[in-house]
Each structure stands twice: as C-alpha cells, then as structure tokens.
C-alpha cells in the first residue's frame, strides 16, 4: 500500500528528505480517533485516493493532540511547509513543495485531480 505513516522522530525539517510524492498533515489520534473533525471527514476519501494500485505514495503526518497542534511553536507549523491548518496535503517533487490542498472544502473536491494531473 502506498500509504505511510511517519514515525515519531519525524521533524519537519527530515520531511524535504522523504521519497514520498505526498505529505498528508493530519491531527493526531486521541482516543481511538483523530481529534480534527476535518481530518475525519477527509479520511475515507485520502484512503481510497491513496490506495489504488497506480497510487502515488504518500507518507501521514500526525501533527500533535489539539493542544500540541494549537501551540504557536509546533515543529510542523515552521520549517520547508509551514503547515497551518489541518487537514493539509502537500505534493512533493524533489524534497520541495509544488502543490498544496488545505482543510476539507479543498481536499474533498478537489483531491482526485490533484493526485492524478
């Protein structure tokens, strides 16, 4: 499966490093469940996008409980993406960004065509 998930050494700055096409900033699970109600309401649509055999591969980005990810001095908020808002999923070609879909109203319509253009 072209889906992966980052482990908990990864910095923001390791990920201009990754062979990934795709970085997908979500919020971090907290009991069971990711805690951004934006975040699950993109999940299906990421994992069926993401799944397919001719998929790029894309590497998940848990980016902290919702106080972590609140604080102004959260590691993926600086650094190559500066990060904002999630959801957010940022295409990647040579360690630098070239495309970006932030939060629901622009990764549900706009997903499928982002990954396959």
């Not at 908020?77 to 932030?102: A, M, Y």
Request: net charge negative; aromatic share 8%.
């Amino acid at each position: 499966m072209p889906i992966h998930v980052a482990d908990s050494s990864t910095t923001a700055e390791s990920l201009s490093e990754v062979s990934d096409e795709y970085l997908i900033f979500y919020s971090s699970v907290v009991d069971g469940q990711m805690w951004c109600p934006d975040c699950l309401a993109v999940e299906e649509l990421v994992k069926d996008i993401f799944s397919s055999a001719d998929a790029p591969s894309a590497l998940i980005v848990y980016t902290g409980d919702r106080p972590t990810w609140k604080s102004p001095s959260n590691i993926f908020r600086s650094g190559p993406f500066g990060v904002q808002c999630v959801p957010t999923i940022v295409k990647v070609q040579n360690g630098k960004e070239v495309g970006r879909l932030i939060d629901q109203g622009e990764i549900i319509p706009g997903l499928a065509n982002f990954v396959h253009s």
